[in-house]
């Protein structure tokens, strides 16, 4: 062991020196160098912080930076977030979207655009007339259809869900309610 060298170090140091901190960690723990102002000290992490990505290997295990556009990362070259101002897509950031896509600003991710999909139309209803089926010869009657996917961004809109028209009816009269009760 070198004189400079401790093996009673603190915070998961297998060893270390006063001027570097850690040289080494004790085992499954992430090796990663924090610069403080000109300095860089090693440290010994369960995890790597963001911006960093962890590699296991046989005698040590390390935090490496992620790419510059990255926040966090499974590797260098796959990002799983992205910096303010730049979307997702693949494992990439990016600063558009490649055409067919849309920038989703609450994911900060490319998706497919989605249209608007809606269900088939309902039967026309009975003709009324406010509220009544009875006691008129014009009318109106409608139908509904229901949107079953509404649409992202840049998605064809939904068309109307609801439709009327009028009718004509053979005049009937409404029965008087309340006659012959009691």
Known sequence: VHPNVSQGCQ???ATCSDYNGCLSCKPRLFFVLERIGMKQIGVCLSSCPSGYYGTRYPDINKC?????DCDTCFTRNFCTKCKSGFYLYSGKCLEKCPD???ANNH???CSSI??????????WSPCMKKGKTCGFKRGNEVRFREIVQHPSARGNPCPATTESRKCIVQRKRCQKEGKGTK
């Open 11 to 13: 915070g998961g140091c």
């Open 64 to 68: 490496a930076k992620c790419k510059a």
């Open 100 to 102: 067919g896509l849309e």
């Open 107 to 109: 994911t900060m991710e």
């Open 114 to 123: 989605v249209h608007c999909e809606i269900s088939e139309w309902s039967p």
